[in-house]
C-alpha cells in the first residue's frame, strides 16, 4: 500500500485567509484525489489531480475558491481560498495504488473562526 | 433516496461479540465493494475489498456482498476494543475511473462503533 502523508496536519485560520495542504507519496502514482469529509456527511470529491494537466473539479467545487498543483508524480497541494466557517472540515488526500486499491492519506483538520 | 445508505450509530457492543455493519444501494452497476476504518483523527484506512457478490474473509474480518439484495455487510468476530472506529463502505461501478473527471467512487456516511471492555 502506498504511504501518503500530509501538511499541516490541523490549523486554526481566520476567515478570508488561504491555507494549502501539502499530500506527499512514497511512490509514484497516476491520479490523486481531494476529499472533504464534514461531520456526520460521506466524504466527498472536490477534485481529480493527474501530473501535468488540470485538476478536474466535481460539482459544487471550483478552481479559484480550491486550486491545485500536481508538480509531480509524487506531490499535490490543495489550497483552500478566502475561507469561511463553511470550510472547517478535515480534507482527505488520496492515491491508486498498486492493484488499483485507494488509499487516503492522514487528513488535514481545519477549523476557520 | 441516496445511493448508499449507511446508519450512523452509534453502535455500542460488549468486548468479544460478533459485530455486524451493513450498506444498502440503489444503483445496480456497483461491481467493487469496499470497506474502510477510520480512526477519530486519522484517515479511512482500507479493510476490505470485494467484488461482486459472495464472502471475502480475512482474519477476524468477513465481507459479504448480495448484489440481488444491493446489501452489504462486514463482520468482526470477537471483536476487541481497538476496533472502536468508524466503518465506512465504499463502491464502484467500474473499477477506479482512470479517465480522469469523477472517481466512481460512492461512500456512505459511516457507522461509528464502540466495543466496551
Known amino acids: 500500500s502506498a504511504v501518503i502523508s500530509q501538511k499541516p496536519s490541523r490549523d486554526i485560520c481566520q476567515r478570508g485567509t488561504s491555507l494549502t495542504i501539502q499530500c506527499q507519496v512514497d511512490?509514484?502514482?497516476?491520479?490523486m484525489f481531494w476529499y472533504r469529509q464534514q461531520p456526520g456527511q460521506s466524504l466527498t470529491l472536490i477534485a481529480t489531480?493527474?501530473?501535468?494537466?488540470?485538476?478536474?473539479?466535481e460539482s459544487g467545487f471550483v478552481i479559484d475558491k480550491f486550486p491545485i498543483s500536481r508538480p509531480n508524480l509524487t506531490f499535490s497541494t490543495l489550497t483552500v481560498s478566502n475561507m469561511s466557517p463553511e470550510d472547517s472540515s478535515i480534507y482527505l488526500c488520496s492515491v491508486d495504488s498498486s492493484g488499483s486499491l485507494r488509499f487516503f492519506g492522514p487528513g488535514t483538520r481545519l477549523t476557520v473562526l | 433516496q441516496k445511493e448508499v445508505e449507511q446508519d450512523p450509530g452509534p453502535l455500542s457492543v460488549p468486548e468479544g461479540a460478533i459485530v455486524s455493519l451493513n450498506c444498502t444501494y440503489s444503483n445496480s452497476a456497483f461491481q467493487y465493494f469496499m470497506w474502510y476504518r477510520q480512526y477519530s483523527r486519522k484517515g479511512p484506512e482500507l479493510l476490505m475489498y470485494t467484488y461482486s457478490s459472495g464472502n471475502k474473509e480475512d482474519g477476524r474480518f468477513t465481507a459479504q456482498v448480495d448484489k440481488s439484495s444491493k446489501y452489504i455487510s462486514l463482520f468482526i468476530r470477537d471483536s476487541q476494543p481497538s476496533d472502536s472506529a468508524t466503518y465506512l463502505c465504499a463502491m464502484s461501478g467500474q473499477f477506479l475511473n482512470r479517465g480522469g473527471g469523477a472517481d466512481g467512487l460512492t461512500f456512505g456516511k459511516g457507522t461509528h462503533l464502540i466495543i466496551q471492555p
Open positions: 489531480a493527474n501530473q501535468g494537466s488540470e485538476a478536474t473539479y
Open positions: 511512490s509514484q502514482v497516476t491520479m
